[in-house]
């Protein structure tokens, strides 16, 4: 199995801050940028490998694939939002192992709860692999090298 997508944090950490401090906000607003795009890709590949796990009955994994991917930079890193931030339960789903639903056709509409596989998104994100790594590397090198860090 692979090692999962892994920068240098070290680097990420003195790049963030080298772009904190730039005069120039249109020029840090896309260096931002392009670590986003760089990013972006990365979260769509897992969404699908993670929603292929799910059940095709129902709906789920149709819903889940329909899904945006939102990136967002921090200091620490960049995050990867599977789904809508407010509304999505792509989270709920691998931590629990389960998708709560209403069962449609009793008169107070109960709810169920389906067994899915757990950690299908955190395993996807693993088995990315070395290229998804060199990917983001070669982005955070170029801008690197741009700001001359």
């Not at 090692?3 to 944090?9: F, N, P, S």
């Not at 694939?65 to 921090?74: D, H, N, Y």
């Amino acid at each position: 199995m692979a090692d999962g997508v892994k920068v240098q944090a070290d680097d990420y950490r003195r790049l963030n801050a080298a772009i904190k401090v730039l005069d120039d906000r249109k020029l840090a607003r896309i260096y931002r940028k392009r670590l986003r795009e760089a990013a972006g890709p990365l979260g769509r590949l897992v969404l699908e490998k993670g929603a292929a796990q799910m059940p095709r009955r129902g709906g789920l994994a149709a819903r889940l694939m329909a899904s945006p991917v939102g990136v967002s930079q921090r200091s620490t890193g960049v995050d990867l939002w599977l789904g809508n931030k407010r509304k999505s339960q792509v989270s709920a789903i691998n931590r629990r192992g389960a998708v709560r639903h209403p069962v449609y056709g009793h008169r107070n509409r109960k709810w169920a709860e389906t067994k899915v596989p757990e950690a299908a998104f955190t395993k996807a994100l693993e088995e990315l692999g070395p290229e998804a790594s060199r990917r983001l590397s070669v982005v955070l090198d170029d801008i690197m090298k741009e700001l001359k860090l």
